[in-house]
């Protein structure tokens, strides 16, 4: 069982950065696939970056470019810095872990909200 907290969430400008941390316990992290998902009020959760095992990265076209996904498995962290915000970008953010060869995400963290102001 694997349990994930994220942090880093908040109050930003557009324009801002805001870096999104989420910690990993249980499980053998360096085994997952890490994710970050984001749900806008009124909207269904979407997929925003992956890191996996291999330390590949995919992006959603709405936010390459802007943000980069990180995963440091020494300290079993994978952390999302988003540059050049929107309001748009406003939504509750999720950590997602998956084994690499599952098709789904099969634990996810709490939440942080990411409130970007114009």
Sequence with gaps: ???LAESGGGLVQ?????RLSCAASGGTFSSYDMGWFRQAPGKEREFVAVVRRSS???YSDSVKGRFTISRDNAKNT???QMNSLKPEDTAVY????????RATYDYWGQGTQVTVSS
């Design 1 to 3: 069982q694997v349990q």
């Design 14 to 18: 557009a324009g801002g950065s805001l």
């Design 56 to 58: 590949l990265t995919n």
């Design 78 to 80: 994978v952390n999302l």
């Design 94 to 101: 999720y950590c997602a872990a998956k084994g690499y060869y």
